[in-house]
């Protein structure tokens, strides 16, 4: 997948996904941002659901990955492994998320696992954003990628 | 919140949750069970979306510490202070999962902290389950009960 506009389809096409809206909101080559609704992701308080800001978190990781492998030619199945998610503050207000590669992970050695073994694994870093653009929950999670069957 | 009944309709309200069709699949006084169709929550490799998994675990544990409290007179707000989840394998299947307190954790110091404070820290565990019974994702979360205002 090398386009935003193809990472947007694939979101479009997953029905829990579609529920959440939630969709592209710029890719900059290094940072990967999403957007979603409050209205389709609110829970019994009002507030944002924590589910929904694990799956745009997740998301946003996920299409980051997905985005860099592309530009590199590569079409791999992109999964998520573990991940870890802390909430920080309730948020009432549409969800923005941003995504990239941890500062640990070392983009060369990973390619260069990929294109050897046809795995690799990463570490991404994710945060949803408050409308003021304060962190309201930190994300880390290890993903793999594994050669297309 | 008292009985599986008040907890179903508290996720039928979240339009998340809905979208979802996660709802009560059994409750024994310790372990709340809970499912999902698989169609409502499929990725673009045709199986379950890591966020739903996030987001069914999330809940488990979430309605576990609600109806608990709800069994000692105590109406609480309960929300989501940090999770760790664990993708074992994919899952081409309804999601089932389940959800009981860490077996770490002081009930009675929990629930002695809630009545003298207003709030207390508890830790959970729940994992998602294939229609084999084995566990596909392992999720572990801390949740605050804070006195409803």
Chains 1, 2 share one sequence.
Request: overall charge neutral.
């Amino acid at each position: 997948m090398k386009t935003l506009e193809a990472l947007d389809a694939c979101y479009r096409d997953m029905p829990p996904v579609a529920a959440m809206g939630i969709r592209s909101a710029g890719w900059d080559g290094r940072v990967l941002r999403l957007q979603a609704p409050l209205a389709a992701n609110v829970n019994d308080k009002g507030t944002v659901f924590g589910g929904s800001m694990a799956s745009i978190a997740t998301l946003a990781a996920w299409g980051l990955l997905t985005l860099r492998l592309g530009e590199e030619g590569i079409k791999a199945e992109v999964y998520v492994a573990d991940s870890q998610l802390k909430y920080l503050k309730p948020l009432v207000a549409d969800l923005a998320a941003e995504a990239w590669l941890d500062e640990g992970t070392d983009w060369d050695g990973f390619l260069r696992s990929y294109r050897e073994r046809g795995r690799a694994r990463a570490q991404l870093v994710a945060r949803v954003l408050a409308p003021d653009g304060s962190p309201v929950a930190e994300f880390s999670g290890r993903f793999a990628a594994l050669r297309a069957p």
